[in-house]
């Protein structure tokens, strides 16, 4: 089955460490979304790509935080510094532009800044 | 006022009990509608669409209400495997092209003997 590839699946750092999460979105897959989940917020996007150009990022802190494609097959999204309050599930997820709806997600990745 | 908002619930019921949830969204302009299921520790997967008049899949039934802009889902006849959190999706443009998909924070089911 194909599937979204998250890589870490847990992260543990100190605040002001840099992180970085990667994905590998399903093959053929043309959109890329990034998403914050926590139990006060639920799922909040932070990024959205389509075709590997950035069309949302307004949910994103610019201050700490990047989202880039550098090819098809990659998705980065990156902390620097990380904080404590950055804990949270980071999901990355993968569709096709026109059926958005059915979004396919990566298994997270858990993030804890200590 | 969020934009998607749901009852965190939880709502306990038992096995083969019905039970119904609903959400709210703020954007009069939303286009298209959907219930995501998540399992504990799990990522969110796609459980239906929603549409206008209404639709059942099994023992599933989402319906919408454009008017009062609030979505509903009803579970008949409740399984132990219901147990998940139910999102409420919603779908609208953005200006610069694309669609943002937005979550509500989900209610959570538990099935029960």
């Known amino acids: 089955d194909a599937r979204v590839t998250q890589t870490p699946r847990h992260k543990v750092t100190e605040m002001g460490q840099e992180v970085t999460m990667r994905c590998q979105p399903i093959?053929?897959?043309?959109?890329v979304f990034w998403y914050r989940q926590t139990m006060m917020q639920g799922l909040e996007l932070l990024a959205y790509?389509?075709?590997?150009?950035?069309?949302?990022d307004s949910g994103m802190p610019k201050d700490r935080f990047s989202a880039e494609m550098p090819d098809a097959t990659l998705a980065t999204l990156k902390i620097q510094p990380s904080e404590p309050r950055d804990s949270a599930v980071y999901f990355c997820?993968?569709?096709?532009?026109?059926?958005?709806?059915?979004?396919?997600f990566g298994s997270g990745t858990q993030l804890s800044v200590l | 006022r969020k934009e998607v908002e749901q009852d965190p619930g939880p709502f306990n019921v038992p096995e083969g009990a019905t039970v119904a949830f609903n959400c709210t969204y703020s954007?009069?302009?939303?286009?298209?509608f959907f219930w995501y299921r998540q399992d504990c520790r799990k990522e969110p997967k796609l459980l239906m669409s929603?549409?206008?008049s209404g639709n059942e899949d099994g023992r599933f039934t989402a319906q919408l209400n454009r008017a009062s802009q609030y979505i509903s889902l009803l579970i008949r006849d409740s399984k132990l495997s219901d147990s998940a959190t139910y999102l409420c999706?919603?779908?609208?443009?953005?200006?610069?092209?694309?669609?943002?998909?937005?979550f509500g924070t989900g209610t959570q089911l538990k099935v029960e003997l």
């Open positions: 954007n009069s302009a939303s286009q298209s």
């Open positions: 999706v919603v779908k609208w443009a953005l200006e610069g092209g694309g669609n943002k998909l937005t």
């Open positions: 093959l053929g897959h043309n959109t």
């Open positions: 997820a993968s569709g096709l532009s026109g059926t958005t709806e059915k979004l396919f």
């Open positions: 929603v549409y206008s």
């Open positions: 790509f389509r075709n590997r150009a950035p069309l949302d």
